[in-house]
């Protein structure tokens, strides 16, 4: 149902923003929405709607679901991205043992002595 109110209504908005007909089709077309919305049925019915809305929405939040989801957000918070730890070994450089004749001793400037 809400699918199809949803097209219909981006039907609607689409004819009226691109209509060629012109601007008495124009006036028609926002007359007959304003007359719908005032009618006191498609009110009731609106405000029936937004009750619903807001009990399932307070139900949501109390929900167990929600504060299960809330406690994991905040151990991963605590724990950061990954409570695996990181070893050293793979990213400490490897040494090798040069000679002071080398002529590749000096690498401050990226120019050989």
Known sequence: MTGKLTLALGFAAGYV???KAGRERYEQIVGASRRLWS???VQSTAGVLQAQASDLVSKAKDSDVVNKAKQAVHRTQ???P???PVT???YEPA???TTATSPRTDRSNGIAP
Do not use: F, H, M, P
């Open 82 to 84: 990954s409570s695996t």
């Open 88 to 90: 050293t070994e793979l």
């Open 39 to 41: 009618n006191q049925t």
């Open 95 to 97: 040494t090798t043992a």
């Open 78 to 80: 605590d724990t950061g």
């Open 17 to 19: 923003l691109g209509s």
